[in-house]
């Protein structure tokens, strides 16, 4: 877990850059990316002598991050090792024991760190080694702040909230990152997102250009809990038998706030599972961003409380934070334009809200501060907490994939200023679709293409081996010379045999991605040397050598089709979400209005009313259970 790796340096301590830097000579170094003997010297010259400023030291998991320069006065990141001390209790071996467990827990990091090293969003890994006897990782030193630390820059009130907008494109932002984790091997899990390991870099694009623009430039850091997934046929086939995440738990751990239930107990059944898949960041990537929206963890003390309680309770301060998170759901997210909210300073603090808002204001005749605004702002709000919420439910198979979430964000973000004005005007919002329809029409589809292809390689394969049975070739190669009638079995082999191992290999790799390049490799391997007989070859009848070749470009054809198809449907694709209902009810008298919200109160949805006369009112509400609250009210959907 790294508590912080801000961008400290020694010019901005205001002394000599080379003056008071400790020395770190990386012993027996190991590169991160495989080189050749004319580059190997000039790389370990650059990272195997390294001046480490010691001030500027962060801990980061079981190692300590310092902020290192080379020869060449390249900074980068030094992360060495923190040994276990030997307690006073422990003989020799067990000393040894403990410390050997260490090391293992570290290269592992190592070893998961480079698989994603190189990818956008993620720090460059440069190599591993030695310092001292302790192992160390020189990696890219990340310029910028956590989350955790420009939180309280970013706040637009004194409760720490983000504007809504801003927490939803730092969370569509983050999640984009979730979907590129993805993409490497089976996949990828970082298992330990939070504040505090996410950084924004600010080294192209200052923060303040990041905000105006509404893209960041996020990056990843520590990969001390992090696993590269298994093909789903090695899990199951292991029998039981302890990962190594379950071997060192207690090194490779979770930050309590953020983590889903899963990663927080090690006595429930099919752990290792649950503990290998993706739904573990959305749950720790919502939480973030949950953070951002109301100022506090889903399951910390809401600021309000000072210091007691209330209906949150601190996971720190519980015997079980499993069964918290397994027992109780967070609170509804209250964002920065609740009910009581100073409208006027937000928006001075929103310049993208203020100018959506401005706009729209203008254009029905209201007042920039009027209450009105404020519940249009707030309704529209509800569609991000609908998405977040969506994705803290204690069990995974009922969180949607990092895919469906970062596309549910673009479409808050993109929609936002349109949709404020549909709030005005009591029309219904442009949606942040999260549906499983994505999935079950790819896979009709891949189906159906499959289907297709093969009847049309089947039709292809058997009419020209029909074609050419019995005609007259002569081939020549070289000095061998054959000439007779071509049987019509070797016909169809010569055609069915590329297509046949182009499946083969694309079906026997390790993923889908690496399947499609194999599979192209193996179909082009064994379509070669059938072109180069078929040219020379010579046919009697030149009917039959033009159908050939056509039969040869179409097999290749759809059999290349069939494992494109195969690839693409690997990509990540939406996945369920919770659908927001609104509802506009009419109350035909004022007494009855306090009853309802009574009646809706245990549900926690916003609310937001409007005299329309004297005797009757507007009421709009957003709840992701606004259904069970009205099945027994007369109600119109719109």
């Known amino acids: 877990m790294m508590t912080d790796?801000?961008?400290?340096?020694?010019?901005?301590?205001?002394?000599d850059p080379m003056v008071g830097l400790r020395l770190a000579r990386i012993d027996g170094f190991e590169p991160a990316i495989a080189l050749?003997?004319?580059?190997?010297?000039?790389?370990?010259?650059?990272?195997?002598?390294?001046?480490?400023?010691?001030?500027?030291?962060?801990?980061?998991?079981?190692?300590?991050?310092?902020?290192?320069?080379?020869a060449q006065g390249e900074a980068v990141a030094l992360k060495q090792l923190i040994l276990p001390a030997r307690d006073e209790f422990d003989d020799d071996a067990a000393h040894e024991a403990l410390v050997a467990k260490f090391k293992a827990a570290f290269r592992e990091e190592y070893e998961c760190h480079r698989a994603l090293s190189g990818l956008k969003g993620f720090p460059r890994l440069y190599g591993w080694g030695e310092v001292d006897g302790v192992p160390a990782i020189v990696m890219e030193w990340v310029e910028g702040e956590t989350l955790a630390r420009l939180r309280s820059r970013l706040a637009v009130d004194?409760?720490?909230?983000?504007?809504?907008?801003?927490?939803?494109?730092?969370?569509?932002?983050?999640?984009?990152?979730?979907?590129?984790?993805?993409?490497?091997?089976?996949?990828?899990?970082?298992?330990?997102?939070?504040?505090?390991?996410i950084m924004v870099r600010t080294a192209r694009l200052p923060l303040d250009r990041q905000l105006a623009e509404g893209t960041f430039d996020l990056c990843l850091i520590d990969f001390g809990?992090?696993?590269?997934?298994?093909?789903?046929?090695?899990?199951?086939?292991?029998?039981?038998?302890?990962?190594?995440?379950?071997?060192y738990a207690t090194l490779r751990r979770a930050t309590v706030a953020y983590a889903p239930p899963e990663m927080l107990t090690d006595d429930i059944p099919d752990l290792r599972a649950l503990r290998m898949s993706p739904a573990i960041d959305v749950y720790a990537a919502a939480s973030t961003v949950y953070e951002l929206?109301?100022?506090?963890?889903?399951?910390?003390?809401?600021?309000?409380?000072?210091?007691?309680?209330?209906s949150r309770k601190r996971t720190r301060d519980i015997a079980s934070p499993y069964r918290l998170k397994m027992d109780t759901r967070p609170d509804y997210p209250i964002g920065a334009h609740?009910?009581?909210?100073?409208?006027?300073?937000?928006l001075h603090r929103e310049p993208d809200v203020a100018l959506a808002a401005a706009e729209q204001a203008q254009q029905l005749g209201l007042e920039p501060d009027s209450e009105e605004l404020r519940d249009a702002l707030a309704f529209v709000d509800a569609q991000l907490f609908d998405v977040v919420m969506a994705c803290l439910s204690s069990h995974q198979k009922d969180r949607p994939e990092p895919a469906a979430v970062e596309a549910a964000l673009s479409a808050f973000c993109d929609h936002y200023a349109q949709n404020v004005g549909?709030?005005?005007?009591?029309?219904?919002?442009?949606?942040?679709?999260m549906d499983a329809s994505g999935r079950a029409v790819r896979r009709a589809l891949m189906v159906g293409a499959t289907v297709v292809c093969g009847v049309v390689w089947a039709v292809v394969v058997v009419s020209a081996a029909l074609l050419a049975s019995g005609a007259r070739v002569t081939a020549t190669l070289g000095s061998l010379v054959w000439s007779g009638s071509l049987p019509g079995i070797i016909a169809a082999l010569a055609l069915a045999l590329p297509g046949i191992a182009g499946v083969a290999a694309g079906a026997l790799a390790r993923d889908r991605r690496s399947g499609f390049l194999q599979g192209v490799l193996a179909l082009s391997a064994c379509e070669v040397p059938v072109l180069v007989v078929a040219a020379c070859s010579v046919f009697s009848q030149r009917a039959v050598m033009g159908?050939?070749?056509?039969?040869?470009?179409?097999?290749?054809t759809l059999t290349w089709f069939l494992l494109a198809m195969g690839f693409a449907f690997e990509l990540p694709v939406s996945a369920p979400r919770h659908t927001k209902a609104r509802w506009r009810l009419r109350l035909p008298v004022e007494p009855q209005l306090p009853v309802l919200l009574a009646d809706l109160s245990k549900y926690r949805p916003i609310l937001f009313l409007r005299p329309r006369r004297p005797r009757s009112w507007h009421l709009k509400l957003s709840s992701p259970h606004a259904g069970p609250c009205l099945t027994s009210l007369s109600a119109r959907r719109i």
Do not use: W
């Open 5 to 15: 790796l801000a961008s400290t340096t020694p010019q901005s301590l205001g002394r």
């Open 36 to 70: 050749g003997q004319d580059e190997l010297p000039a790389y370990l010259r650059r990272f195997t002598m390294l001046f480490a400023d010691d001030a500027t030291i962060r801990r980061g998991g079981i190692g300590r991050v310092t902020r290192a320069v080379n």
């Open 158 to 197: 004194d409760a720490g909230r983000l504007s809504p907008l801003v927490a939803a494109r730092l969370g569509r932002d983050l999640f984009d990152l979730l979907c590129r984790m993805s993409l490497v091997g089976e996949g990828f899990v970082h298992r330990d997102i939070s504040p505090a390991n």
């Open 225 to 247: 809990s992090s696993l590269a997934l298994e093909p789903a046929s090695a899990v199951a086939g292991t029998g039981g038998k302890a990962s190594f995440t379950e071997r």
């Open 293 to 310: 929206i109301a100022g506090v963890a889903p399951y910390e003390a809401a600021p309000s409380t000072s210091g007691a309680s209330g």
């Open 338 to 346: 609740a009910p009581g909210c100073d409208l006027t300073q937000l």
């Open 422 to 433: 549909r709030s005005l005007r009591g029309e219904p919002l442009t949606p942040c679709p």
């Open 547 to 556: 159908g050939l070749v056509a039969a040869l470009v179409a097999t290749y």
